[in-house]
């Protein structure tokens, strides 16, 4: 008998290609990090994800140089803020089908029940915001950050979601997050 292919948060398979995916990045400080999984995921998965970020300890703002980065490269930072994990577990809050974790003390908290049962993978990258040095070395630790995202979530929106079952798909997260330098191919695992 052939394994039903991946409904994440429950959708049909046949759903699956038509349905914009809902992914959440947290982070601790929702700053850095998780501000650039949001972004990149949705200028990379326009159409067929819609991205947020949010943390379990929420920075009062964004970090100037997320900003900075973010905006060199053509990124509309208008509406980004940090924000509570929290928002994404009340009612009204939008159905997860994804959750991706991007810091180990993130992954390490109880996170909050959210709605629509996502898939989870722990996609762990250092935090630039705690870089020290010159000025050019906290904007080379950031880059590098956005440049392992930028990798990971490529290989993300390239996974053929219609043709892999619940757990394969849960395998090739996983792999993604495992992936050192977090330029493996998608067909790693």
Known sequence: MRTRPASPAGT????CEDKIFNVLFLC????????????????????RFKAYS??????ESVHPETLKLL????????????????????????ELDFVFTVCDDAAREACPVWPGQPMTAHWGIPDPAAATGSPAEIALAFADTFRMLNNRISIF?????????????????????????????????
Do not use: Y
């Open 12 to 15: 049909s398979n046949r759903d």
């Open 71 to 94: 905006r060199g490269m053509n990124f509309d930072v208008s509406g980004l803020r940090s924000k509570s994990w929290t928002e994404f577990a009340q009612p009204g809050a939008p």
């Open 54 to 59: 949010a943390g379990s300890h929420p920075r």
């Open 157 to 189: 929106t390239a996974l053929p979601f219609r043709s892999l079952d619940r757990l394969a798909l849960q395998k090739k997260l996983d792999a993604i997050g495992k992936s050192a330098s977090a330029g493996a191919s998608a067909s790693a695992a």
């Open 28 to 47: 601790t400080g929702n700053s850095a990090r998780s501000i650039m999984g949001e972004c990149i995921l949705n200028r990379l998965g326009i159409g």
